[in-house]
Antibody, heavy 117, light 107 residues
Framework: QVQLKESGPGLVQPSETLSLTCTVS????????VSWVRQPSGKGPEWMGR???????AYNSALKSRLSISRDTSKNQVFLKMNSLQTDDTGTYYC???????????WGQGVMVTVSS | DIQMTQSPASLSASLGETVTIECLAS??????LAWYQQKPGKSPQLLIY???SLHTGVPSRFSGSGSGTQYSLKINSLQPEDFASYYC?????????FGAGTKLELK
């Protein structure tokens, strides 16, 4: 069955870099795109960026200067790196499978990231 | 960026009642809209896509409608498991913006 699982540190210092890994199973990264979505506590989700099935990437313009998404298809993994973290980057980070080009049909359990010294 | 404005922000309803949640896009999104349900501590779950298509396994008491900039999610005959937060999402253009959410609570 389709599964996505995020992993990474729960605590990041201000101005440091966040590195997260999404490990997928039940589908191929060369057939489906994967997006990263984050959600501050009590607020709506925010789309961060996408790794297309063909290896291309797209980013939220608000984050583009700080964000990088890559993948390793042999390991079924998608990576997120975001630098210069601030306290308002605190929230739950999800990786999601993209459905019909526009939507998100499977989500990981999420990883809570706190930016604090 | 396309802004998605949801209303109401919160809603109290009783079991068996019917409720409607609205979502207004800042420009025409040509029905490229989804609705998600999220329970506390869980990931969002896709309910509706293309404004009115029910995702696999979603009960038929959920329905979506609308066009242009105005969309709505209707839930008939509320069940205990329906009390959750709901979000609309623009799929037309990046960034794929979400609404701020509607929290549906048991009266």
């Amino acid at each position: 069955q389709v599964q996505l699982k995020e992993s990474g540190p729960g605590l990041v210092q201000p101005s440091e870099t966040l590195s997260l890994t999404c490990t997928v199973s039940g589908f191929s990264l060369t057939s489906y795109s994967v997006s990263w979505v984050r959600q501050p506590s009590g607020k709506g989700p925010e789309w961060m960026g996408r790794m297309w099935y063909d290896g291309d990437t797209a980013y939220n313009s608000a984050l583009k200067s700080r964000l990088s998404i890559s993948r390793d298809t042999s390991k079924n993994q998608v990576f997120l790196k975001m630098n210069s973290l601030q306290t308002d980057d605190t929230g739950t980070y999800y990786c999601t499978r993209v459905y019909n080009n526009y939507y998100f049909d499977y989500w990981g359990q999420g990883v809570m990231v706190t930016v604090s010294s | 960026d396309i802004q998605m404005t949801q209303s109401p922000a919160s809603l109290s309803a009783s079991l068996g009642e019917t409720v409607t949640i609205e979502c207004l896009a800042s420009e025409d999104i040509y029905d490229i809209l989804a609705w998600y349900q999220q329970k506390p501590g869980k990931s969002p779950q896709l309910l509706i896509y293309d404004a009115s298509s029910l995702h696999t396994g979603v009960p038929s008491r959920f329905s979506g409608s609308g066009s242009g900039t105005q969309y709505s999610l209707k839930i008939n005959s509320l069940q205990p498991e329906d009390f959750a937060s709901y979000y609309c999402q623009n799929g037309l253009s990046a960034p794929n913006t979400f609404g701020a959410g509607t929290k549906l609570e048991l009266k």
